[in-house]
T-cell receptor
Framework: DGGITQSPKYLFRKEGQNVTLSCEQNLNHDAMYWYRQDPGQGLRLIYY???????QKGDIAEGYSVSREKKESFPLTVTSAQKNPTAFYLC????????????FGPGTRLTVT | GESVGLHLPTLSVQEGDNSIINCAYS??????FIWYKQESGKGPQFIIDIRSNMDKRQGQRVTVLLNKTVKHLSLQIAATQPGDSAVYFC??????????FGSGTQLTVLP
């Protein structure tokens, strides 16, 4: 099965802790993306990566960090500096950054208390 | 149509009727538009896309219409089925920038 996997589906953390969300794709896509979704709102771009070992900030990068050491993997770390981390996080990929259709993973719901 | 805020616009249709979901976009330089469907607790799924050099594109049971003059996009779903109940997002893109998503419209199909 080709696709994008995100794990875990639900994640709970205490305030002040960093947490890393996993995103893996076996579609051989060059570009990968992280979005945040809050209730009743659209998706907001956190970070994106057009190629291995390269990534750029999106619209709401503060309090987040990423790495892209492998083509298949684009983990997102939600740091303690993120003021309001509770949200639904979505990872996506596209064949390359010039192609616009993005394929999404199932999402991780993060709750920080 | 879609709007920014905490309360999603809603659309209720009878099963078997046609649905029309509207989206107003803001960037006149956007040259690519895409519709996604998102079921509760899941990631968005691609439905259909359209480039700015077109005004209509058809897929299986879906049609997207683009009116660049008034910056309006619509998604038409023919013979709406219960499985079509979901939140529908439009997204726009200007060539050098990333996708910008609308806030979505909740479609409910009534039996």
């Amino acid at each position: 099965d080709g696709g994008i996997t995100q794990s875990p589906k639900y994640l709970f953390r205490k305030e002040g802790q960093n947490v890393t969300l996993s995103c893996e794709q076996n579609l051989n896509h060059d570009a990968m993306y992280w979005y945040r979704q809050d209730p009743g709102q659209g998706l907001r771009l956190i970070y994106y990566s057009q190629i291995v070992n390269d990534f750029q900030k999106g619209d709401i990068a503060e309090g987040y960090s990423v790495s892209r050491e492998k083509k298949e993997s684009f983990p997102l770390t939600v740091t303690s500096a993120q003021k309001n981390p509770t949200a639904f996080y979505l990872c996506a990929s596209s064949r390359d950054s010039s192609l616009y259709e993005q394929y999404f993973g199932p999402g991780t719901r993060l709750t920080v208390t | 149509g879609e709007s920014v805020g905490l309360h999603l616009p809603t659309l209720s249709v009878q099963e078997g009727d046609n649905s029309i979901i509207n989206c107003a976009y803001s960037n006149s330089a956007s040259d690519y538009f895409i519709w996604y469907k998102q079921e509760s607790g899941k990631g968005p799924q691609f439905i259909i896309d359209i480039r700015s050099n077109m005004d209509k594109r058809q897929g299986q049971r879906v049609t997207v219409l683009l009116n660049k003059t008034v910056k309006h996009l619509s998604l038409q779903i023919a013979a709406t089925q219960p499985g079509d109940s979901a939140v529908y997002f439009c997204a726009e893109k200007e060539s050098a920038r990333q996708l910008t998503f609308g806030s979505g419209t909740q479609l409910t199909v009534l039996p």
